[in-house]
């Protein structure tokens, strides 16, 4: 038996649609935007950035949301997520499909004016997007329930107002091309997510907002901002 200095935390996981098994939760990769913000912006030329997570940053998405400290923009970005099940590298974009074990609808939340500060002064983005809590997820549905869905409304609404509304099938570059771009860099993992890029309409949120989020055959959520996590 291992002996730690002390008790390791315990494993980070989400909750499976339609049993009582949990995904386990390896790395948290995110997609930069990945979906046009005005009708005719051009598809890039390039793969879009991609920037990390923590895996403790996963939650439940239920309940309250904390308010971040250090911000005064906190900011919502629904997203398809992609729950890896088979891992690889240089996966052949016409093979992802069967590295993918299931989806789940997901909050990249961001603290947007501290990103505006690193864009502006060419440092990390950590401090903006890898705070505590700041990546919300619903249950993972399996592929065997919802197949590897190509369409669908993604969309989020605040206290009952529309702020985004897409349709999967806007994603700039698709869900295989992103698996593949990663395995290209990193050998993907059994247990990795990937949050795949938020459609135009981000905005921010102010404490007692309700944030109700859903995507085609994948899932609905709801949380309600709240004040500092204790």
């Known amino acids: 038996m291992t002996n730690y200095v002390f008790p390791p935390a315990p494993p980070v996981s989400l909750a499976v649609d339609g049993c ?8 948290v990769f995110c997609i ?14 390039r793969m879009p950035a991609w920037f990390m997570k923590p895996a403790t940053a996963v939650v439940p998405a239920q309940g309250a ?11 919502h970005e629904v997203e398809l997520v ?3 099940g088979d891992g690889g590298r240089d996966i052949d ?3 992802a499909a069967s590295h993918i074990w299931g989806y789940a609808v997901g909050l ?20 903006s997007k890898a705070f505590d809590h700041s990546a919300p997820c619903g249950p993972v ?3 065997a329930t919802c197949g590897h869905p190509r ?8 206290n009952g107002v529309a702020r985004q509304q897409d349709d999967l099938s806007g994603l700039l570059f698709p869900v295989p091309e992103l698996v593949a771009m990663l395995s290209r860099s990193v050998a993907l993992m059994p247990g990795d997510l990937i949050f795949t890029g938020t459609p135009a309409g981000v905005g921010a949120l102010q404490d007692g907002d309700r944030l109700d989020a859903s995507i085609g055959g994948i899932g609905e959520l709801s949380m309600t901002v709240a004040g500092p996590a204790p």
């Not at 009582?20 to 790395?27: H, Q, S, T």
């Not at 949301?65 to 900011?75: H, N, V």
Request: overall charge positive; glycine content about 4%; proline content about 16%.
């Open 20 to 27: 009582d098994a949990r995904f386990p939760v390896a790395r």
């Open 32 to 45: 930069g935007r990945n979906y046009r913000w005005s009708p005719d912006e051009p598809k890039p030329a």
């Open 65 to 75: 949301l904390p308010y971040p400290p250090a911000t005064a923009e906190f900011c």
């Open 82 to 84: 992609v729950a890896i």
């Open 93 to 95: 974009p016409a093979h």
């Open 108 to 127: 990249d939340m961001t603290r947007r004016d501290l990103q505006q500060q690193a864009r502006r002064a060419g440092d990390p983005w950590e401090p």
């Open 141 to 143: 549905v399996p592929v």
């Open 151 to 158: 369409a669908g409304s993604i969309r989020l609404a605040v």
